[in-house]
């Protein structure tokens, strides 16, 4: 390929990259300072809006390890594993993906809404809420977020083979010290790289969230939510102020994406 040739495929490419993510990133970022930092520093101080950043936390607290731990194991068994309905699994996994989240929201609203909901009637009448309250925000939150630990265990599983496993049983070592000594530590980099992913989605999350949460002001809100709310009051400046946490974050998931591929290419 030509000099020439190559300069440009690079230039449309930037430019590509510039005009979809750099540019919306530096608008936010100058229309959450041109009034100053005073604006800024209410919203982001706000007790609610402080608590939906703690909503959003604790939801992703919960739904990145059960979501690791999930990923690990539906990668072996998929794997290194032979049984009925694997195909089947496989396929599962990649739903969140084709699914809508304001789908999955709608799905999870008709399980456990509590009149007419297939749980939620029961759980309504042994006094657990769900729908409009924590649980649901963690629901919606793990079920969006299943397949990226899943997705990058898999085929590293694939590429590593099972022989060190083998030859490690017959010197004896249990099914546990195998796991620990060498499954682990061979695919801990797509471990990481995919709770990086996982963490990433989490955070970002609005549409299931929207649908179940309820939205209240104080209680039920994400972060995510917090911005379509501040936008719905005009309080653009706090909207964006909320969205540039959301931006920093999302631009420290990608250095952090930077530097483990390195490390996961020289493991």
């Given at each position: 390929m030509s000099v020439p040739?190559?300069?440009?495929?690079r230039a449309v490419a930037l430019g590509y990259l510039f005009v979809i993510l750099l540019a919306p990133l530096a608008m936010v970022f100058y229309r959450t300072f041109q009034d100053g930092l005073a604006p800024v520093w209410q919203t982001l101080s706000d007790p609610d809006t402080i608590h939906a950043f703690e909503v959003t936390l604790i939801a992703?607290?919960?739904?990145v390890p059960l979501n690791t731990v999930f990923g690990v194991l539906c990668g072996l068994a998929i794997v290194r594993r032979r049984f009925r309905g694997k195909g089947l699994l496989n396929a599962f996994i990649d739903l969140p993906l084709a699914v809508s989240p304001v789908v999955i929201g709608l799905c999870l609203y008709l399980l456990y809404a509590p009149r007419g909901g297939w749980f939620g009637s029961w759980l309504s009448?042994?006094?657990?809420?769900?729908?409009?309250?924590?649980?649901?925000?963690?629901?919606?939150?793990?079920?969006?977020?299943?397949?990226?630990?899943?997705?990058?265990?898999?085929?590293?599983?694939?590429?590593?083979?099972?022989?060190?496993?083998?030859?490690?049983a017959t010197l004896g070592a249990a099914r546990w010290q195998r796991f620990w000594r060498i499954t682990l530590p061979s695919i801990r980099w797509a471990v990481v790289y995919g709770v990086v992913l996982t963490t990433a989605r989490c955070?970002?999350?609005?549409?299931?969230?929207?649908?179940?949460?309820?939205?209240?002001?104080?209680?039920?809100?994400?972060?995510?939510?917090?911005?379509e709310d501040l936008t719905l009051t005009f309080d653009t400046t706090g909207a964006?102020?909320?969205?540039?946490v959301l931006a920093t974050i999302a631009v420290l998931v990608l250095?952090?994406?930077?530097?483990i591929r390195p490390r996961e290419e020289n493991a």
């Open positions: 040739r190559r300069l440009g495929l992703t607290a919960i739904a009448e042994h006094g657990f809420q769900v729908l409009f309250a924590l649980p649901a925000i963690v629901l919606a939150t793990i079920f969006v977020s299943v397949p990226f630990v899943a997705r990058e265990v898999i085929p590293t599983l694939r590429e590593l083979g099972n022989e060190q496993e083998q030859a490690a955070l970002g999350e609005y549409g299931a969230v929207a649908v179940v949460s309820g939205r209240i002001e104080g209680s039920t809100e994400t972060a995510t939510t917090r911005v964006y102020a909320v969205s540039l250095v952090a994406m930077t530097v």
